[in-house]
C-alpha cells in the first residue's frame, strides 16, 4: 500500500518546521533545518542550519552550522561557524572557525581554533579597536595639518 513512497537515506535532513515547537533533547545524525521553536538541547554531527524566524532556548552542538535566527543558549560548533547579519545569539560560543556578517549580536564568550581556554571578549576588542581607529585618525589629522 505504501510501496510507491520515497526511500529515506541516512542523509536525508531533519526539518523542524516554522509551525512546531519542539521541547526536550533532540539528537540527530544528519543535517537539521530548524525553522520553529527548541527548547532543551540540540546534537547533531552533521550541519544544523537555523533560519531566520526561528527561536532556539537551548545548548546546541554540530558539525557545521549556519544560524540566521535567535539563539539563547551556548553554541559548540566541531567545524565552521556562519552568523548571518539577522543572527542573534545569547551564550557562549566554541568552535574551530567563525564568520560573523555585519548586524549579527553576540552576546557571550567566543572560543576559537584550539578551543582549550582560549576565549576572546568581544566588548574589549571592540572597544580597543574603536580607540585604536580614533588614536590613527587624530594622528592621521596631525600629519596632514
Known amino acids: 500500500m505504501f510501496h510507491n513512497s520515497t526511500k529515506l537515506t541516512k542523509n536525508d535532513d531533519t526539518i523542524i518546521g516554522a509551525t512546531v515547537k519542539l521541547e526536550g533533547d533532540f539528537v ?3 543535517n537539521v533545518v530548524v525553522e520553529g521553536t527548541v527548547r532543551g538541547s540540540m ?3 552533521q550541519n544544523l542550519r537555523i533560519a531566520q524566524n ?3 532556548f537551548a545548548s546546541i ?3 557545521n552550522a549556519t544560524i540566521a535566527g535567535e539563539v539563547h543558549g ?3 560548533i566541531i567545524e565552521q561557524l556562519e552568523l548571518l547579519s539577522t543572527a542573534r545569539i545569547n551564550g557562549d560560543i566554541e568552535a ?14 567566543i572560543s576559537m581554533g584550539n578551543t582549550q ?3 576572546v571578549n568581544i566588548a574589549e576588542h571592540a572597544s580597543f579597536a574603536n580607540n585604536h581607529s580614533a588614536l590613527a585618525k587624530s594622528a592621521m589629522e596631525r600629519k596632514n595639518k
Open 54 to 56: 526561528a527561536k532556539i
Open 43 to 45: 546534537k547533531t554531527k
Open 74 to 76: 551556548n553554541v559548540k
Open 61 to 63: 552542538e554540530a558539525g
Open 96 to 109: 574551530k572557525a567563525i564568520s560573523v556578517a555585519n548586524g549579527a549580536v553576540l552576546n557571550g564568550k
Open 117 to 119: 581556554g582560549n576565549s
Open 28 to 30: 540527530g545524525e544528519s
